[in-house]
């Protein structure tokens, strides 16, 4: 039997503005990324989340920090020195854990978000500071990134537990990093396309990137964004495929 965890990024609605769905999500998957307040969320909206997740009984959380950049959702490279990319990791951890502590919840592990995941990509300078903060901060929690690249190979480097993560709503370039949401072909919209390409992720170590290539790659654990406009349908649709093909969801 394989098994694998299966996360989505949650809690990243704002004051009135409601993005995802949350609460129907969440007990499906077993891992949440919930924003921290500076990419999207605000108090409110984290201790809902938390107080969901709790709920839950079987949902792990995770911190999802990115850059401040509300306006963008995150998804817009911020140029930060090594020093204030560690204040801001720092800060987020702290936020979203002062909240799961009030609520009795451990923080399992931490997932960057958006621009700064991607950044991360060619920038493995960039890559040991999030390791580091994350360790600094507490050395037990897992640190997630894009399987095999250089926010895996940093965690690695210092001492952290690493979980390789895998995209079943994103494309993929030859050398196994996201295709930009810039170009087209970079969201992945057919559920039976996605459910396919993670399953075979899952059971062969392998995805066909964007130019029809096959890729190594290991998948810990399966990403589909909450805020994506079929995520609840690619949730329950690879939940499933997996009862069929003797897959096990299972937290970090």
Do not use: W
Not at 51 to 56: G, N, Y
Not at 128 to 143: H, M, R, T
Not at 162 to 189: C, P
């Amino acid at each position: 039997m394989h098994k694998v965890d299966l996360n989505a990024d949650l809690g990243e609605s704002f004051g009135n503005y409601t993005i995802g769905n949350d609460d129907e999500i969440i007990p499906l998957i077993s891992s949440a990324n919930v924003a921290c307040g500076f990419h999207a969320s605000d108090p409110s909206v984290m201790i809902k989340t938390v107080e969901m997740i709790k709920k839950s009984g079987t949902t792990g959380l995770g911190a999802h920090p990115g850059f401040p950049d509300m306006m963008g959702f995150g998804r817009r490279f911020m140029d930060m020195t090594m020093e204030e990319v560690r204040a801001i990791m720092l800060y987020q951890l702290g936020a979203l854990e002062g909240i799961a502590k009030t609520y009795g919840v451990e923080l399992n592990h931490v997932k960057p978000h958006g621009a700064l995941y991607n950044a991360t990509f060619d920038d493995y300078e960039l890559s040991l500071a999030i390791a580091n903060a994350v360790k600094e901060y507490d050395p037990k929690l897992k640190l997630m990134g894009l399987s095999n690249q250089n926010l895996i190979k940093a965690g690695s480097e210092v001492g952290l537990e690493v979980r390789h993560e895998v995209f079943a709503d994103r494309a993929y370039e030859n050398d196994g990093t996201l295709v930009s949401r810039r170009k087209e072909g970079a969201m992945v919209t057919d559920t039976d396309q996605a459910v396919k390409r993670v399953v075979k992720m899952i059971k062969e170590n392998k995805v066909e990137s964007i130019d029809g290539n096959m890729i190594d790659i290991q998948a810990d654990s399966i990403c589909v964004h909450g805020d994506g406009e079929k995520a609840l349908d690619f949730i329950k649709e690879i939940r499933n495929a997996f009862e069929e093909n003797d897959i096990k969801i299972e937290t970090m």
